[in-house]
C-alpha cells in the first residue's frame, strides 16, 4: 500500500493528503519501487543568512529547490529502486522530480478549476489517476502517455481553442515534482489524489478533458 499521508483540516482541503513521515529518499524509491515511476532528483533549499535559498545559487530562482539540478536530467532519469536510493544518498535533500511522456502525461490547470473539476468527475463516477497540488496552485492530473497530442484536438471538439484555456499538457521533455518536494517557503507539493492500488492503472486523457476543459473555461 502506498500510504505516506494525514488529511489536511479545512473544506476544500479536506480530500488533500499531506505527505509525513518518510524521507526524501524513501519516498523517491518507493515511486520507483510501487509505482514504477521514473524517478531523479532536483535542486534542494540551503539555509543562508537565515533563509531558504536553491541550491542552484539564483538568488532569484522562479522554482527554488524543485527544478532539475543539471542539463542532462532526462537521461539521469530512473525507474530503478537501487540507483534511487544511491542517487538520494548522496543528497538527501533534493527534490523528486518525474519526467513526464514516459510512464504518464499530466495535465496542469489552475487550482480552482481543479477541484471543480474533481467535483464533476466525482458525479461522472470517472476512475482519477493521482492528482497534486502544488505550492504554485496548479493541480496536475496523471494520464496516460500521449496526452500531449491528443489534448488540442480533443479541446477543439468541446469547442474551446487551448489557447484560450489555462490548460497544458507536459510530456516528453517535461517533468513535475512530487510530493513532498518544497517549493522555496511556498509549501510542499501534496497529492490532491494519492497514488493507491485501485489508480496504478492510469486513465487516458479523452475520459477527463470534458470536465477539465469546462473547468478550465469557467474558471477564465
Known amino acids: 500500500m502506498f500510504i505516506v499521508e494525514e488529511t489536511i483540516a479545512g473544506t476544500e482541503a479536506a480530500q488533500i493528503p499531506k505527505q509525513r513521515g518518510e524521507s526524501l529518499l524513501e519516498t523517491a524509491v518507493r515511486y520507483a519501487e510501487e509505482r514504477h515511476w521514473d524517478v531523479f532528483p532536483g535542486t534542494w533549499l540551503e539555509a543562508?543568512?537565515?533563509?531558504?535559498?536553491?541550491?542552484?545559487?539564483?538568488?532569484?530562482?522562479?522554482?527554488?529547490?524543485?527544478?532539475?539540478?543539471?542539463?542532462?536530467?532526462?537521461?539521469?532519469?530512473?525507474?530503478?529502486?537501487?540507483?534511487?536510493?544511491?542517487?538520494?544518498?548522496?543528497?538527501?535533500?533534493?527534490?523528486?522530480?518525474?519526467?513526464?511522456?514516459?510512464?504518464?502525461?499530466?495535465?496542469?490547470?489552475?487550482?480552482?478549476?481543479?477541484?471543480?473539476?474533481?467535483?464533476?468527475?466525482?458525479?461522472?463516477?470517472?476512475?482519477?489517476?493521482?492528482?497534486?497540488?502544488?505550492?504554485?496552485?496548479?493541480?496536475?492530473?496523471?494520464?496516460?502517455?500521449?496526452?500531449?497530442?491528443?489534448?488540442?484536438?480533443?479541446?477543439?471538439?468541446?469547442?474551446?481553442?487551448?489557447?484560450?484555456?489555462?490548460?497544458?499538457?507536459?510530456?516528453?521533455g517535461a517533468y513535475v515534482a512530487a510530493p513532498p518536494t518544497r517549493f522555496g517557503s511556498r509549501g510542499a507539493v501534496q497529492w490532491a489524489c494519492r497514488p493507491t492500488p485501485a489508480n496504478r492503472w492510469l486513465p487516458d486523457a479523452e475520459e477527463l478533458i470534458s470536465p477539465l476543459a469546462y473547468a478550465c473555461g469557467r474558471d477564465r
Do not use: Y
Open 48 to 172: 543562508v543568512d537565515g533563509s531558504q535559498r536553491c541550491s542552484c545559487g539564483d538568488a532569484a530562482c522562479p522554482a527554488p529547490g524543485s527544478h532539475p539540478a543539471r542539463p542532462d536530467w532526462a537521461t539521469q532519469a530512473t525507474g530503478s529502486a537501487t540507483v534511487a536510493r544511491r542517487m538520494w544518498q548522496k543528497q538527501p535533500t533534493a527534490s523528486i522530480l518525474l519526467p513526464t511522456g514516459r510512464t504518464f502525461d499530466a495535465i496542469s490547470v489552475p487550482e480552482t478549476a481543479g477541484f471543480l473539476a474533481l467535483a464533476r468527475m466525482e458525479r461522472m463516477e470517472l476512475t482519477l489517476g493521482p492528482v497534486t497540488l502544488t505550492p504554485d496552485r496548479r493541480m496536475e492530473f496523471f494520464v496516460l502517455p500521449g496526452a500531449s497530442v491528443k489534448v488540442p484536438d480533443l479541446v477543439r471538439k468541446l469547442g474551446w481553442s487551448l489557447s484560450s484555456l489555462d490548460l497544458t499538457v507536459l510530456g516528453e
